[in-house]
């Protein structure tokens, strides 16, 4: 398990903009779908995400995984959505490394 603190830029509402763009591309075949209310499954990885706000306005999510080799595959993969559409609304992003 893997918890991910992700700090916006000021006036950023960065869980909602998460929400709309996973939403959008999951129209069109995207890597997560929402499985509940703040899940995101991965379509390749046998894991999931799950997200929340925090205080602040911060996003606070963890990985899940069914098995522990898909662990970094989930992550990379969601950290990697991050850099690549939102960027310029993030400030920054720490990854805290938890056993079960």
Known sequence: MRL???KPRPGVRLKAA???KRKRLEKHGGTF???GRDKWVH???LGWINLRRGPHGFVVAKTNTKV???EWGILSSFVSFLDRHFRDQIDWIT???ETL
Do not use: N, S, V
């Open 95 to 97: 990854i805290q490394y």
């Open 4 to 6: 991910i603190l992700i």
């Open 33 to 35: 779908r929402l499985d």
């Open 68 to 70: 522990p080799e898909a």
């Open 43 to 45: 379509r390749q990885y």
């Open 18 to 20: 998460l929400d709309r």
